[in-house]
């Protein structure tokens, strides 16, 4: 690819794009043939690994041109000049403060200051989340700190680079404002892009060319043009391969009809022959017609039976540090309710629901489980999976009392089969750990679901089955969603404000504040 190629990556969930791209950034190595790059590469994945938790959010950022290091040790050698018992330490200090203090500014580091704080304030993270650890932040919030630092690195702030950019769903967890801002600054960036995403109204704007992975065929296609023309295309091109089908198939069946007329008259058979390898012939030199693609069939569990109110909260309070996340939030999940849980990023609405689910603990407060509570809880960073071991320990964990044909026609109705079982979790795409998540939630009888973000990472079809499964499952469901498709699907009854932790009747109007977020 040339500087100035925007690609869009597209395909199927589980056709290759996340694998592709891991290739494309030397995160792993290819079956065969070799990857070439002659310059800066900047890799967001799906699930970004941050290293150590404990670093300053802004500190993250900078740390792309290796200003946080430059920042650490001013910050060292400025407690020494204050605590130093002598003048000469106090001199020492002070020189290497200066020496740091040049380098940093040689290196523009405080208008990089700026820039990154722009790039972060673009994306929806206020000064406060900057002067955060990481720790304290949500899992959407560290996500969009790993596009600001790899969009810092890659520009002064204006896109111009000669940076090639692997982005992997890079909208996830943005809201509209934020999505109009990276659209801007991806079709101003002069260096290389290859964009993996199914927000088809980015795709549409940014990308000049496209790179479609077949799953059926095991083949990649590439057009040189935008994403409309692209659609056409394919369209286009789908529409020839069938009509050169279906007349080769009456052209084929005629020369057997005949060769099966002739083949009956000895002196015939030779010529009959070649008829029937002229047929054949013909039809293995059509393209292939695409053949539809498979869906994952994804059905929520029929519920235990419970109690009125199966799940209860009362006061609760969580807090990281000196950062007050929420505090006394009530909440009462009778049988078969439906609710939405609202608020800004870095709100509480993740924190909320693995306090719920019990993966974390409140600092004040108690989670109270009503008779026959079973949950089930689904991750949008996707903590239930061990990504150490396979996709079949995975599903035998998530439900340890069913029998093994019944595991392998789960995880066949959610596209896992042959091999495929074996694969370690954490080399799964985002889209197959979002169904392999799903599928042990399935298999868990949940009379209450909670779920967070469930249409991540997901393909348009299968997203649609996903919010198809909202709609017929009769349990209750507490959703934490940025998808106001997946908000219209549920029918919600109430919805819960956060971090005030007010409760309201569901409204058109809370429908418009999803759709805007």
């Not at 208008?111 to 304290?136: K, M, N, Y």
């Not at 704007?205 to 023309?229: C, H, K, P």
Request: with cysteine; proline share 4%.
């Amino acid at each position: 690819m040339a500087p100035g190629d925007r690609i869009g990556l597209v395909g199927r969930n589980g056709a290759g794009k996340t694998t592709t791209l891991r290739i494309l950034a030397g995160e792993t190595h290819p079956y065969a043939g070799e990857i070439r790059s002659s310059g800066p590469v900047g890799y967001l994945p799906q699930d970004p690994k941050e290293g150590d938790l404990d670093v300053l959010a802004k500190n993250r950022v900078l740390s792309a041109r290796g200003l946080d290091e430059i920042l650490a040790s001013m910050a060292r050698q400025q407690a020494e000049m204050e605590s130093a018992s002598d003048d000469s330490r106090r001199d020492r200090a002070i020189a290497k403060y200066s020496r740091l203090e040049e380098r940093f500014g040689a290196l523009g580091g405080y208008e990089a200051e700026s820039d990154a704080a722009r790039i972060c304030s673009s994306l929806g993270l206020p000064d406060r989340v900057l002067s955060q650890p990481l720790h304290t932040l949500s899992g959407g919030q560290r996500r969009r700190i790993e596009l600001a630092r790899i969009l810092f690195a890659a520009s002064d702030g204006s896109g111009k680079s000669d940076t090639t950019l692997l982005l992997d769903e890079p909208t996830n967890h943005l809201d509209a404002d934020s999505i109009a801002w990276l659209r801007t600054f991806l079709q101003n960036h002069e260096g290389g892009l290859v964009v993996i995403s199914h927000d088809v109204e980015l795709l549409a704007d940014v990308v000049n060319r496209v790179w479609f992975l077949d799953a059926v065929r095991g083949e990649a296609d590439v057009y040189n043009m935008s994403w409309q023309r692209y659609l056409d295309a394919r369209a286009t091109d789908e529409q020839r391969r069938k009509r050169e089908r279906a007349n080769a198939e009456k052209k084929a069946s005629a020369l057997r009809t005949q060769a099966a007329k002739l083949g009956a008259k000895a002196t015939k058979a030779t010529a009959a022959q070649q008829m029937l390898k002229r047929a054949d012939r013909m039809m293995d030199e059509l393209d292939e017609v695409r053949v539809e693609d498979k869906t994952a069939h994804i059905r929520f569990p029929e519920p235990a039976a419970c109690g009125k109110t199966p799940l209860t909260a009362r006061e609760l309070t969580k807090v990281y540090g000196s950062l007050e996340i929420f505090t006394g939030v009530d909440l009462a999940i009778d049988k078969g309710s439906r609710v939405v849980v609202l608020g800004l990023n870095g709100a509480g609405k993740t924190t909320l629901l693995r306090l719920l689910a019990g993966t974390e603990d409140p600092d004040l407060g108690e989670v109270v489980p009503g008779y026959g509570l079973k949950l089930g809880y689904f991750a949008q960073e996707h903590d239930t999976l061990d990504d150490t071991v396979s996709v079949w320990d995975n599903i035998r964990h998530a439900a340890p009392d069913a029998g093994e044909q019944d595991l392998r026609g789960l995880l066949g109705a959610f596209m896992f089969s042959g091999a495929q079982l074996e694969q370690p979790a954490g080399t799964l795409s985002g889209g197959e750990k979002t169904r392999l998540a799903l599928a042990g939630l399935v298999s868990s009888a949940a009379n209450v679901l909670l779920l967070d973000e469930p249409t991540n990472n997901l393909d348009p079809v299968s997203r649609e089955q996903v919010l198809d499964a909202l709609r017929s499952y009769t349990g209750a469901v507490v959703l934490v969603t940025h998808d106001p498709g997946a908000a219209a699907a549920l029918d919600p009854q109430r919805v819960i404000l956060l971090p005030d932790g007010t409760e309201d009747h569901w409204s058109e109007e809370y429908q418009e504040i999803i759709e805007l977020a």
